[in-house]
């Protein structure tokens, strides 16, 4: 059975850093396959797709916050790390970490059930 | 970067009734990295078509895609109470994502 689950803080202060972690079970980060993404939704409004990592540790980003996520894994501890610097008040959000199934197919097949992160003084 | 541009925006349909949704991209799209996704209130998204046209696990066969390039649809073929939600497009190419949405609501 493949789970995610995401945890961090729910609430974080204008400038702050933003450290959330993607624990999974039910498959292996070292499945060449597989990889985690990260997602988020501002409240009421559509999905954003924030960076992914793979089992070869290949990282993407988005374009738009690229200079401020860092993605990273610890495979042995089933667990995928995404940090945003600088972090204001438009960044809240809730945050989903996802699977990504790659070969024929890249999809999101699995979800977390996501984190809401809100941002304020 | 690829924009998925999703219409209409918001679907107002009766229990039943038919319900065809769009997904145009800026540029052309591989088949194999268009998904669609379902969402609602309070809930994660939800992967219903992988591939432009794959139902994925537990779908019912209500649900169908089709399509490619740059024009995708979904269609439900007759819509059950439990469909009224919000469903994603979404491209995984290069840079990765997401339709702004459309609403299929009740009318």
């Known amino acids: ?121 | 970067e690829i924009v998925l541009t999703q219409s209409p925006g918001t679907l107002s349909l009766s229990p039943g009734e038919r319900a065809t949704l769009s997904c145009r991209a800026s540029q052309s799209v591989s088949s194999s990295y268009l998904a669609w996704y379902q969402q609602k209130p309070g809930q994660a998204p939800r992967l219903l078509i992988y591939g432009a046209s794959s139902r994925a696990t537990g779908i019912p066969d209500r649900f169908s895609g089709s399509g490619s390039g740059t024009d995708f649809t979904l269609t439900i073929s007759r819509l059950e109470p439990e469909d009224f939600a919000v469903y994603y497009c979404q491209q995984y190419g290069s840079s990765p994502g997401f339709g702004q949405g459309t609403k299929v609501e009740i009318k």
């Open chain 1, 1 to 121: 059975q493949v789970t995610l689950k995401e945890s961090g803080p729910v609430l974080v202060k204008p400038t702050e850093t933003l450290t959330l972690t993607c624990t999974v079970s039910g498959f292996s980060l070292s499945n060449a396959r597989m990889g985690v993404s990260w997602i988020r939704q501002p409240p009421g409004k559509a999905l954003e797709w924030l960076a992914h990592i793979f089992s070869n540790d290949e990282k993407s980003y988005s374009t738009s916050l690229k200079s401020r996520l860092t993605i990273s894994k610890d495979t042995s501890k089933s667990q995928v790390v995404l940090t945003m610097t600088n972090m204001d008040p438009v960044d809240t959000a809730t945050y989903y970490c996802a699977r990504v199934s790659s070969g024929s197919y890249f999809v999101n097949d699995y979800w977390g059930q996501g984190t809401l992160v809100t941002v304020s003084s």
